[in-house]
């Protein structure tokens, strides 16, 4: 046979091994797999990585349900109105702002400062509901009234300091707190003694006892100090009437007593600075700005090395607080105001009440921002006890024809001061001044000097000079007022709803919605889970011992000062109590 008729299958030589072709040629033949060493090798590897690879997997796949599961738990928690663990309570109160001071506010904002139209306040964008206002004795609630439903979640009289119809205390959220292991503060910028503060720490039947509520800020009252930190004005009502600035009644020295319960003591803006924003704080901390009340912000701008701003007390506030409960099992309740909104609405001063409003808005970004770096778990909640003013972006000048749908924010831009601070300066003009040629002649002068305006006419300046300062702060606002056709229904409060603010709509889901001004109130005390009825049983319980009585055990004067008479006013406003017209029943007090 030639060597190309060789058989197809003959084992050719090779320069390596020939054992594994063979193996080839044999398992060709028999059909029998070929048995490698390697294949097998890798087969077993193969398997072992698919093994590795499913544990793995199982791992990854227990791990994420552990991490949803956790997940779906922390919602829950967030939506839970009694959140576990240590967390912090801001509640801001703007005194007097309705819905129409933010269109006023923002539409101001955008032409002052060049802003397209689309641009927001911090507040707008936080909204989630509305609040009922109205008292137990009235549809136009007071803010003593409208404090108690927030401080003690009842609805009560117009005058009421968190005391009952009935005349009896309630307790009230910031003592149920302290109670609890919080610390507390208020900031607010009119007197701490005023009604909405003096609501979460005092029980009186009457507001204007301020004198009383000064004793009991200070823990002269059967609970003892409740408040931790307290920055604002009010002054006049600590210093004993020897004083000089003081406006008590008596001759009791509260700052001195303050400083003798072991508070630190701070008064003006070179003390307040001495703070460094609240790292300077050894608490218990009193601190007063102004005899009364702050000047409003349009004045305070021009005076900053007098007074501190209210977003600076709220920093200083809250520094103070959450270093103080750094490393204790509870956080803090603060209650911040912006007092003055609702002195702007009583003035009908619609420049000092869009300065008012943008200060409130920095207050409340400043909380937003701390809530977002803080590591405890918080909230914020803001919302007005009232509307003040009736206002309105709009108004007819001329009731005969129809009106013209126009508002002008730049004449609130024009304006410097507000009217208040215009009359301050009228009344001390007037000290020296008897010609009424000479009066009319300052005030024609004064209008454009503080106010912007440069064609006020002879009859507003006639009107002006003969009514004083004590009428100037509504006669000045009222030249502005028209000027931008700002309307306004009233010098005092009106029933209409106000808004509801929050940092986090699921923790404060339930107030999204309308409701009553006392469940806002309700949510304080679930969110903090305080108390609130306990405190209301201990002061009952331990207020009588603290009530003055004759040698017969009879009261001759309450803890809680004198009960009203019937129908006697408590808003200290000079209008009619109630409007019943001809042939009509009063609803509310049956006359």
């Not at 997940?71 to 939506?79: F, G, I, L, S």
């Not at 609405?345 to 909380?367: M, R, S, T, W």
């Not at 009359?423 to 002068?445: H, T």
């Not at 679930?526 to 009879?554: F, M, P």
Request: net charge negative; charged share 25%.
């Amino acid at each position: 046979m030639s060597r190309g008729d060789a058989p197809l299958l003959v084992a050719r030589p090779s320069e390596g091994s020939n054992e594994p072709v063979a193996a080839e040629e044999d398992a060709l033949l028999t059909g029998e797999p070929q048995q490698d060493k390697k294949s097998s090798s890798l087969r077993t590897w193969g398997v072992a990585g698919l093994s590795i690879w499913a544990v793995l997997s199982t791992i990854v796949l227990v791990v994420l349900a552990v991490l949803y599961h956790q997940a779906r738990v922390d919602n829950e928690k967030d939506d839970s109105p009694h959140p576990k663990g240590k967390r912090n309570l801001i509640f801001m109160v703007s005194d007097g702002m309705g819905p129409t001071s933010l269109s006023l506010t923002r539409s101001f904002r955008q032409f002052r400062d060049g802003l397209p139209i689309s641009d927001a306040l911090v507040l707008d964008s936080h909204v989630i509901g509305n609040s009922r206002t109205r008292s137990s004795s009235s549809l136009v609630t007071d803010s003593a009234a409208g404090a108690t439903a927030f401080s003690c979640g009842k609805k009560s009289y117009n005058g009421a300091i968190s005391m009952l119809p009935d005349h009896t205390p309630c307790g009230t959220v910031m003592e149920a707190a302290k109670k609890a292991g919080y610390m507390t503060g208020l900031v607010v910028t009119t007197r701490i003694t005023d009604a909405t503060p003096a609501c979460f720490a005092a029980h009186v039947n009457m507001r204007m006892e301020e004198d009383r509520i000064a004793e009991q800020l200070l823990g002269d009252y059967p609970l003892g100090q409740t408040v931790d930190l307290m920055l604002g004005g009010g002054r006049c009502h600590f210093l004993p009437n020897t004083t000089s600035g003081s406006c008590r009644a008596d001759d009791k020295d509260m700052i001195g007593r303050a400083k003798d319960k072991g508070f630190q003591y701070v008064h003006g803006k070179s003390d307040f600075d001495g703070l460094k924003l609240g790292s300077a704080v050894n608490l218990p901390l009193l601190g007063f700005f102004a005899d009364e009340d702050i000047p409003y912000e349009i004045d305070r701008r021009h005076q900053e090395d007098v007074y501190p701003s209210l977003v600076d007390m709220a920093k200083t506030a809250i520094k103070a607080l959450s270093d103080a409960t750094r490393d204790s099992e509870q956080g803090f309740f603060l209650m911040i105001e912006g007092s003055r909104i609702d002195h702007a609405g009583h003035a009908n001063d619609p420049a000092a009440q869009v300065h008012e409003v943008l200060a409130y808005d920095k207050a409340f970004a400043a909380v937003l921002e701390f809530l977002e770096d803080s590591d405890t778990q918080g909230v914020v909640v803001s919302t007005s006890d009232h509307e003040t003013g009736g206002l309105a972006t709009s108004r007819q000048l001329n009731p005969f024809t129809y009106p013209e749908y126009l508002w002008y924010p730049e004449i609130l831009a024009n304006a410097s001061y507000s009217s208040e601070y215009v009359s301050q300066r009228f009344g001390e003009v007037l000290e020296k001044m008897q010609n009424p040629n000479e009066i009319q002649d300052w005030v024609r002068q004064a209008i454009p000097k503080y106010l912007g305006v440069y064609d006020a006419t002879d009859a507003e300046i006639e009107l002006i000079a003969s009514k004083g300062p004590v009428f100037a702060p509504w006669t000045f606002a009222d030249v502005i007022s028209r000027r931008s056709q700002t309307g306004w229904s009233s010098h005092g409060h009106s029933a209409a709803d106000v808004n509801i603010f929050t940092s986090d709509p699921k923790v404060a889901k339930a107030l999204v919605g309308n409701h009553e001004n006392t469940e806002v109130g309700e949510f304080l005390a679930n969110y903090l889970d305080v108390d609130v009825d306990a405190i209301t049983a201990e002061l009952r319980a331990k207020g009588t011992s603290w009530d003055e009585k004759d040698e017969q055990g009879n009261v001759v004067k309450s803890w809680m000062g004198a009960v009203p008479h019937t129908g006697e006013r408590l808003d200290w406003q000079a209008h009619l109590q109630h409007y019943t017209g001809v042939n009509k029943r009063c609803e509310l007090c049956g006359h």
